[in-house]
């Protein structure tokens, strides 16, 4: 009687071995099935990801062509044709961050070391400068406004029409940006808006110094009186189809 009690124990313990036994290899089984999954989102994840921040080509991109957007060499091994439309926004867009990048890293050094006199005189000597250091290759980059400090600056005819298009522009998807193909030209407008940094020089409230400075170095500016996230110009990229 005991003795069948005690083997009724132990196949119940038997019992109750064996089935956690076997759960634990289905859950061993289970997570093997779940781990290609697991590849799967960890590889689909940065690109849905990129894509939500506007960057899906930088994502899908392959690594060697990468390796050439990473520098300002971006500009050049495009080889111009038009049907390559989004290849040359994406180039040019490139351009643009790095000029703006550049400019503002240096005015803000400039700032810090010498207040914004020194500040003036870094974008009247630098910012030709850097446009000329990313204009190679076929490539021009420069900017331009309708309501321009330095009269080299001075928006002509075609650009004042797409300036105005970006002035009637709505949305938050700022900068805006528009290509135009011209003759043997690609052309690619990105919008410039006025920033915090910017008010206090193209603001309304400026410094007597700042005032004096820029009256000295241009007599004619007329890009003050500007509110925060107004429309204060542009970027224009250039691409020479034929270039030599
Ligand atoms: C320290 C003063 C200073 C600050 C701050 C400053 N700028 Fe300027 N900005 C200038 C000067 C000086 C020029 C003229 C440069 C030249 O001679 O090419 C200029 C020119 C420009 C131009 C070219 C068109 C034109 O009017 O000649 C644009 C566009 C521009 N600034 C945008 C900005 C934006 C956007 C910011 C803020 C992110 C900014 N600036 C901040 C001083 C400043």
């Not at 083997?7 to 956690?20: D, L, M, P, Q």
């Not at 859950?27 to 940065?46: A, Q, S």
């Not at 207040?115 to 290759?137: D, M």
């Not at 007329?222 to 204060?232: F, M, V």
């Amino acid at each position: 009687m005991t003795q069948s009690k005690s083997s009724r124990v132990h196949f119940k313990k038997y019992r109750a071995n064996t089935i956690e036994t076997f759960t634990r290899i289905k859950n061993v089984l289970n997570n093997i099935r779940l781990f290609p999954m697991l590849m799967l989102v960890g590889i689909l994840m940065p690109i849905a990801n990129a894509g939500e921040k506007g960057e899906v080509s930088k994502a899908l991109v392959k690594p060697s062509q990468d390796r050439a957007l990473t520098s300002s060499k971006s500009v050049e091994t495009f080889n111009g044709t038009f049907d390559g439309q989004q290849e040359f926004e994406w180039r040019a867009k490139k351009l643009v961050k790095d000029f703006s990048t550049e400019l503002k890293k240096q005015l803000q050094q400039a700032i810090k070391s010498g207040g914004f006199e020194q500040g003036i005189v870094t974008c009247e000597k630098q910012a030709p400068l850097i446009a000329k250091q990313f204009s190679i290759n076929g490539w021009q980059i420069k900017r331009v406004s309708n309501k321009n400090r330095n009269v080299k600056n001075k928006a002509d005819e075609q650009e004042q029409a797409i300036l105005e298009l970006f002035a009637n522009m709505t949305g938050n998807e700022k900068p805006y940006h528009k290509t135009v193909e011209r003759d043997d030209e690609l052309i690619y407008y990105s919008s410039i808006h006025v920033q915090p940094l910017c008010l206090a020089c193209h603001g309304d409230n400026l410094s007597e110094d700042v005032r004096e400075s820029l009256m000295k170095a241009y007599p004619e500016d007329k890009a003050t009186g500007y509110q925060l996230g107004d429309l204060r110009g542009m970027f224009v990229v250039e691409y020479l189809k034929s270039r030599p």
